[in-house]
């Protein structure tokens, strides 16, 4: 969900309200996922490296993240959405944790979409935290296969992504779902996240339809 800070700056206003702006177009694309049938949605919102940031935007998110918790669980509950969060948790605070348990086992009845929100989280983190739970496991080295390992990564719940969409204009992973990507299609949009709408979401998803996936493979000769 990348361009909240630019959309700010657009509008000489401080990042935070870029941030605040993020939440509300992510609310908007849960439901336009859910109306298109989609069953899983992963949004990065804040890495293993965001800490970096300087410390007044990073409790500010750390606010928002529980402000929009509390404005919009019921919400989401009430459109079917199933929360869960995918990260390491040990190091946000009590508060937020506790906010996240209550986001995920009030939803965990939900089916119609599963929304992921990948949250100090990092592609390297997840494989190695993987790896060292199936040591941890006792799994022996010749049994620690490309599918056993798959079970203990924090998206194990989920298949992996056919889309993956990065707005903002970069054209980069930045440490995203690594292990997951290995055979995803990857779509880049100019827009910054607080302006990516349905239209967008359909533009994605059209150019998705365009490609042709041989996961490695030969091209598909029957209908
Ligand atoms: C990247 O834009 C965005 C983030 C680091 C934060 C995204 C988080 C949210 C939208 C809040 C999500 C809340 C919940 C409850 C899931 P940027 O700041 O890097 O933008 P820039 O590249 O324009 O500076």
């Given at each position: 969900m990348d361009g909240n800070g630019r959309w700010a700056k657009k509008r000489f206003l401080p990042r935070f309200f870029g941030h605040k702006a993020g939440v509300d177009a992510l609310v908007k694309i849960v439901q336009a996922c859910i109306d298109r049938g989609i069953e899983h949605l992963t949004v990065f919102a804040f890495s293993s490296e965001n800490w970096k940031r300087p410390s007044d935007e990073v409790s500010g998110l750390m606010g928002l993240v529980l402000a929009a918790v509390s404005r919009y669980l019921a919400k989401m509950g009430a459109m079917g959405v199933r929360i869960r969060i995918v990260g390491?948790?040990?190091?946000?605070?009590d508060k937020l944790r506790a906010a996240w348990n209550e986001a995920e086992s009030s939803t965990?009845?939900?089916?119609?979409l599963t929304l992921n929100v990948a949250f100090n989280y990092g592609g390297r983190w997840d494989i190695v935290q993987a790896t060292r739970k199936a040591i941890a496991a006792g799994v022996p080295a010749e049994e620690l296969t490309e599918a056993k390992l798959s079970e203990f990564?924090?998206?194990?719940h989920a298949p992996d992504p056919d889309l993956f969409i990065r707005t903002g204009g970069e054209v980069r992973i930045?440490?995203?779902l690594l292990w997951q990507v290995a055979y995803t299609e990857f779509f880049f949009s100019d827009c910054l996240w607080p302006e990516f709408d349905e239209h967008e979401l359909d533009a994605a998803i059209a150019a998705f339809h365009e490609r042709d996936r041989r996961f490695g493979g030969v091209k598909e000769t029957t209908a």
């Open positions: 390491d948790r040990d190091a946000v605070s965990a009845h939900n089916s119609k990564m924090a998206m194990a930045s440490n995203f």
